[in-house]
């Protein structure tokens, strides 16, 4: 037998590449995708221990699109699903795709016990402002006044504000990018990969097909970055006529004042790395010698 140390495998995006994906043309889908599986690569992550879970919508399809194990779940339930997989298996990296709709209508009870438990993953929240998938019906983050076939004459309710939830919540990782800034979104995902906890970064997606005015990704005047050096820097060959505004992400108070400018603002909003994990609860539960429930004592900590 041959005394060579075996080489580490270098993976290449192509290693994290499966089925052709199947959305409209113009899909901000197409950009994410591309953008996850360059920080896979960047991360050098092995895809035999990468998993990806997602709800329904237009971001569900994303599972199928990674040389990676994946769980299609069902509507808004990919927030307990990931948390299984997280508990049997801490080890795994675990990313969870949802949209506006799956993750704050039907999926929004489970966003916040996510949030709370502050599991360790990734969750991407792909927001179109539209529930594309059953063709242009109002979703919880469609801009007041938008007609829609659901509300013809117009959506009536304001729109909720993603990181004002995710704040609220008490997250530990809180951060929004966008779809066509590709610098930006890698960055981003690099950052909420290292943070050890519930990561929740909300994403600007384009909607050519059905809500073509909810980004309007050709100009940057509209828009803000935040920048920090425990954040992410602006991107500004994609985004050359933003404002650059100065914000430490470990100011929450700060980070409720720059969430208010949401979805006119990217850049991490908060940031805490000491929030206790529930993993942790869990076996410091188990080191003092306390039994968990049926439940847990079946999970490998």
């Known amino acids: 037998m041959s005394s060579e140390k075996a080489v580490p495998k270098k993976f290449s995006i192509k290693d994290y590449k499966a089925d052709s994906p199947r959305w409209c043309s113009g899909c901000g889908d197409f950009s994410v995708l591309v953008g996850m599986r360059k920080h896979m690569m960047d991360a050098q992550l092995d895809p035999a221990n990468v998993v990806h879970v997602s709800g329904i919508g237009c971001s569900g399809r994303l599972p199928h699109y990674f040389n990676t194990y994946g769980i299609h779940g069902v509507h808004g339930r990919a927030i307990p699903i990931a948390l299984g997989v997280v ?8 990313f969870i795709e949802s949209g506006d709709g799956d993750a ?14 502050n599991f360790n993953c990734v969750f991407v929240l792909l927001d179109n402002q539209i529930y594309g998938l059953t063709k242009s019906q109002s979703s919880p983050t469609t801009q007041t006044g938008f007609r829609t076939p659901s509300q013809p004459e117009g959506t009536f309710m304001d729109p909720i504000n993603p990181i004002q939830v995710a704040l609220g919540l008490g997250g530990s990782f809180v951060a929004s990018t966008a779809d066509w800034l590709s610098g930006h979104f890698l960055e981003t995902m690099n950052a909420a990969a290292a943070h050890p906890g519930f990561s929740f970064v ?14 309007d990704y050709k100009s940057s005047s509209w828009y803000s970055f935040l920048n920090h050096e425990n954040g992410v820097a602006p991107d500004q060959k994609f985004g050359p006529d933003a404002t650059i505004v100065d914000h430490d992400p470990s100011d929450r108070s700060k980070a409720f004042e720059y969430a208010q400018r949401v979805p006119r603002c990217f850049g991490v909003f908060y940031k805490d790395d000491t929030t206790t994990c529930y993993a942790k609860v869990l076996q410091d539960k188990k080191n003092k010698g306390e039994q968990p429930t049926d439940l847990f004592a079946k999970v490998r900590l």
């Open 202 to 215: 909300h994403v600007a997606q384009r909607c050519p097909k059905y809500n073509p005015e909810a980004w």
């Open 104 to 117: 704050l209508s039907i999926g929004g009870n489970h966003l916040i016990h996510g949030i709370n438990k």
């Open 87 to 94: 508990l049997a298996r801490p080890d795994l990296n675990v």
